[in-house]
């Protein structure tokens, strides 16, 4: 079964901290996804990459960076963490145009 | 650019009714179109896809059908569970790349 891998499901972090939210994918995807969703917005895309060592902002990139440095792996960081990002954060990962894959998200909570 | 309008939640129905969640999209050239669902607590999983004119996709007793006249691709069950209680994201992908593009989704509420 294909799996795209969150490594935490719930995180509470203190505001400045830097926080790494980690992604694996067994799916040997080239294209990888950051989400937020937050209640009344739906999904905001973050960063995405589509290559090893390559990456893109999305829609709400600031305040995040991220870092891909296998193919299987796509990290997403926040530098200093600030109350206003806590959130869902969802990744993905797509080989085509079948459509994404998700993760199970982690809820991050700033505090 | 391109982007997705599904109509605004909640719904609630009664067991065993009939859904309907719109979904119309504006997109150049010839999109894919998705249904995700996302039940509590959860990542979102995809439930159907079309990827040309009149396709339709099914999975679970879902369906829905790419009407490009009408720029639409709503998503409809005959016979509601409680199970079903979850929020559904319409999406497209665009021609040219992978980018997806999603809804604001749309909760629904199933009661025994």
């Known amino acids: 079964d294909v799996k795209v891998t969150q490594s935490s499901r719930y995180l509470v972090k203190r505001t400045g901290e830097k926080v790494f939210l980690e992604c694996v994918q067994d799916?040997?995807?080239?294209?990888m996804f950051w989400y937020r969703q937050d209640p009344g917005l739906g999904l905001r895309l973050i960063y995405f990459s589509y290559d090893v060592k390559m990456k893109e902002k999305g829609d709400i990139p600031e305040g995040y960076s991220v870092s891909r440095e296998k193919k299987e792996r796509f990290s997403l960081i926040l530098e200093s963490a600030s109350t206003n990002q806590t959130s869902m954060y969802l990744c993905?990962?797509?080989?085509?145009?079948?459509?994404?894959?998700f993760g199970s998200g982690t809820r991050l909570t700033v505090v | 650019g391109d982007s997705v309008t599904q109509m605004e939640g909640p719904v609630t129905l009664s067991e065993e009714a009939f859904l309907t969640i719109n979904c119309t999209y504006t997109a150049t050239g010839y999109p894919s179109l998705f249904w995700y669902v996302q039940y509590p607590g959860e990542g979102l999983q995809l439930l159907l896809k079309a990827t040309k004119a009149d396709d339709k996709g099914s999975n679970k007793g879902f369906e829905a059908t790419y009407r490009k006249e009408t720029t639409s691709f709503h998503l409809e069950k005959g016979s509601v569970q409680v199970s079903d209680s979850a929020v559904y994201f319409c999406?497209?992908?665009?021609?040219?790349?992978?980018?997806?593009?999603f809804g604001a989704g749309t909760r629904l509420t199933v009661k025994p």
């Open positions: 999406a497209l992908t665009r021609q040219s790349n992978n980018d997806m593009r």
């Open positions: 993905a990962s797509s080989g085509d145009r079948a459509g994404y894959t």
């Open positions: 799916m040997d995807h080239e294209n």
